[in-house]
């Protein structure tokens, strides 16, 4: 079965500190690993996805199948980065599972 | 910009009535799904549709039927409403090529009395 572990819901850090919102999973296929964000009162969307190797408002993620992990990362937080963060697997490339979630709240 | 719109922001029920959650988008998508958002939970995956009349369950199905007649709409029915589905609702869809970006709706939040 496909499982997606977010172990911490909260995450608080100050202003410029690196943050790392972990996430693990559980796949027996070729994942194809997400990441989304919502942030206040907005819609839940797409913040960057795996395959792209992308880096989106200063985050990165990097897929380790050796640990199962896609943990984000970001060297220096900004105020406007709380919000919500979930991670999530994509199985054959259609269904979507989501992880329990993350709140990171980043302090002035 | 893709719209995914949820009729209904906000509901109220009591126990045993049947509700019905409309979503509609605009893009076209093939893929359409519906995910219920509980705190320590996340997002739980209900059903999703890859088609037209087409229909698959996810994780939590139970309670729960949808219905797809046409491309552009998904709707979430609960036949019986009961207080452990007071929940947010969110509805989702995506292009199969670009299946890991879903486009989400801002969700109808409903309490059963």
């Known amino acids: 079965a496909q499982r997606v572990t977010q172990p911490e819901k909260l995450l608080s850090v100050f202003k410029g500190a690196p943050v790392e919102l972990k996430c693990n999973y559980s796949?027996?296929?070729?994942?194809?690993l997400f990441w989304y964000v919502q942030y206040s009162r907005q819609r839940l969307q797409l913040l960057l996805r795996?395959?792209s190797r992308e880096s989106i408002k200063g985050f990165t993620a990097d897929l380790n199948k050796g640990e199962t992990s896609f943990h984000l990362k970001k060297p220096f937080a900004q105020e406007e980065d709380s919000a919500m963060y979930y991670c999530?697997?994509?199985?054959?490339?259609?269904?979507?599972?989501f992880g329990a979630g993350t709140r990171l709240t980043v302090k002035p | 910009d893709v719209k995914v719109t949820q009729s209904s922001r906000y509901l109220v029920k009591r126990t045993g009535e049947k509700v019905f959650l409309e979503c509609v988008q605009d893009?076209?998508?093939?893929?359409m799904f519906w995910y219920r958002q509980d705190p320590g939970l996340g997002l739980r995956l209900i059903y999703f549709?890859?088609?037209?009349?087409?229909?698959e369950k996810g994780d939590i199905p139970e309670g729960y039927s949808v219905s797809r007649e046409k491309k552009e709409r998904f709707s979430l029915i609960l036949e019986s409403a009961s207080t452990n589905q007071t929940s947010m609702y969110l509805c989702?869809?995506?292009?199969?090529?670009?299946?890991?970006?879903?486009?989400f709706g801002e969700g109808s939040r409903l309490t059963v009395l």
């Open positions: 989702a869809s995506s292009l199969p090529r670009r299946a890991g970006e879903l486009f």
């Open positions: 796949y027996s296929g070729s994942p194809e």
């Open positions: 795996h395959i």
């Open positions: 999530a697997l994509g199985r054959n490339n259609n269904d979507m599972r």
């Open positions: 893009m076209d998508h093939e893929n």
């Open positions: 549709s890859y088609d037209v009349k087409m229909k």
